[in-house]
Nanobody, 122 residues
Framework: QVQLVESGGGVVQAGGSLRLSCAAS????????MGWFRQAPMKEREFVARISTSGIIRNYADSVKGRFTISRDNAKNTVDLQMNSLKPEDTAVYYCAAGRILSARLDAYDAWGQGIQVTVSS
């Protein structure tokens, strides 16, 4: 499977912004739909955002809609998540994922990054 590596996490104050990036290996990145998920302590991993292979279709969880923006650069094999107006409840480990089906379901994704911590202080 394609290898995914997240970067850009860290600590930010509430109301601030952070940009996550996911770099993918291989030559077939443009054939994969991409998603961002997150998992807070003692919570299940949840869908955050997804983007189609072409980047035309983008969808977001209601909790982040209007604050987060997912984008991709197929020439660079990257997918980003711009996070604005961050809230303490956004604190979680964030994962990028690649799949052949455009979906918010975890089981639709074949490859996952190792995750990166995002902490939003109040």
């Amino acid at each position: 499977q394609v290898q995914l590596v997240e970067s850009g996490g860290g600590v930010v104050q509430a109301g601030g912004s952070l940009r996550l990036s996911c770099a993918a290996s291989g030559r077939t990145f443009s054939n994969y739909h991409m998603g961002w998920f997150r998992q807070a302590p003692m919570k299940e991993r949840e869908f955050v955002a997804r983007i189609s292979t072409s980047g035309i279709i983008r969808n977001y969880a209601d909790s982040v809609k209007g604050r987060f923006t997912i984008s991709r650069d197929n020439a660079k094999n990257t997918v980003d998540l711009q996070m604005n107006s961050l809230k303490p409840e956004d604190t979680a480990v964030y994962y990028c994922a690649a799949g052949r089906i455009l979906s918010a379901r975890l089981d639709a994704y074949d490859a996952w990054g190792q995750g990166i911590q995002v902490t939003v202080s109040s």
